[in-house]
């Protein structure tokens, strides 16, 4: 078996592929608030309640800063820490 030396774009490989990971999952996570936030705004219009309908907005506007979060923040994350 041939050993080869140590390479430091490994270590940088395998975090960026972390990084990517990490910036699905928030991404996912934001879309599933949204989708909550709008089976909250339909419940409210059909109960016709105005405190469901407050808290389905506020988690649909959540959910899209969490995507945004997810898009611009988390690849930054890459060219903040640096593997030596």
Request: no cysteine; hydrophobic share 50%; proline share 5%.
């Amino acid at each position: 078996m041939i050993q080869r030396p140590w390479d430091p774009t490994d270590k940088m490989e395998f975090f960026s592929t972390g990084v990517t990971l990490l910036q699905t999952i928030v991404t996912l996570l934001g879309a599933a608030t949204i989708i909550g936030g709008l089976i909250e705004v339909g419940k409210s219009q059909a109960e016709n309640n105005p405190a469901i309908r407050a808290t389905g907005i506020a988690m649909f506007i959540g959910g899209a800063i969490i995507i945004a979060v997810g898009q611009v923040l988390v690849p930054r994350l890459t060219s903040m820490i640096t593997l030596s």
